[in-house]
């Protein structure tokens, strides 16, 4: 199995409420990432969970929180989002926390009405 | 930290004709360079990657290059076909671990 699964692909939300994405592989890869891409643009890096640990935060505001309750798992949770966070939002994960050849979902399209 | 320039935005190539796209960087640290491919409606996906101790790497219809000196590297589809069409991000990483920076993509569209 070389799948990253996201559910759910597509998600419409009010600013006040809150939700969850959710991000799974089986590949035993010790690193998982969360990635945020506006249309027409490069995934830019938002957390990285490095042996379930939380490792790298790019200065991304609390309304976003993630969680990684396994080596399997990663979630990020939403609350009080704005119209501006709308985006595609992809999780991967990789061997080791190399960013080395990182591997996809394919997203949850997020919409912040 | 690392900028990376991608060129061009846009590319329109006939099936069968060969495609290619070049990047720069800022640091020259980086030692680490991916290209994904990413279809519409899919995360990026992994084609090709080198590092800085190798000038090329090939896989089938795919090759990259890298000059250290000049701080470039570049993307070689040969035989182009539609599938092939698809939006290409390089990128760049200074050391393991280091956050991955991404150039600004270049949209591939193969007429057949």
């Known amino acids: 199995d070389t799948e990253v699964t996201q559910t759910p692909k597509h998600l419409v939300m009010g600013m006040t409420n809150k939700k969850s994405l959710k991000c799974e592989q089986h590949?035993?890869?010790?690193?998982m990432y969360w990635y945020k891409q506006k249309a027409k643009k490069p995934p830019e890096l938002m957390f990285v969970?490095?042996?379930?640990?939380?490792?790298i935060n790019e200065s991304v505001p609390s309304r976003f929180s993630p969680e990684c309750p396994n080596s399997s798992l990663l979630n990020l949770h939403l609350h009080a989002l704005q119209p501006e966070d709308s985006a595609l939002y992809l999780c991967?994960?990789?061997?080791?926390?190399?960013?080395?050849?990182?591997?996809f979902g394919s997203g949850t399209q997020l919409s912040v009405l | 930290g690392e900028n990376v320039e991608q060129h061009p935005s846009t590319l329109s190539v006939q099936e069968g004709d060969s495609a290619v796209i070049k990047c720069t960087y800022s640091?020259?640290?980086?030692?680490?360079f991916p290209w994904y491919k990413q279809e519409l409606g899919k995360g990026p996906q992994l084609i090709i990657d080198?590092?800085?101790?190798?000038g090329e790497k090939k896989d089938q219809r795919i090759a990259v290059t890298l000059n250290k000196t000049a701080k470039h590297f570049s993307l070689h589809i040969t035989e182009t076909q539609p599938e092939d069409s698809a939006v290409y991000f390089c990128?760049?990483?200074?050391?393991?671990?280091?956050?991955?920076?991404f150039g600004g993509g270049t949209r591939v569209l193969v007429k057949p």
């Open positions: 969970y490095s042996y379930e640990k939380l490792s």
């Open positions: 640091d020259s640290a980086s030692n680490y």
């Open positions: 590949m035993g890869h010790r690193a």
């Open positions: 990128a760049a990483e200074k050391a393991a671990g280091n956050k991955l920076t």
């Open positions: 080198i590092r800085s101790n190798v």
């Open positions: 991967a994960s990789s061997r080791f926390a190399t960013n080395e050849k990182l591997f």
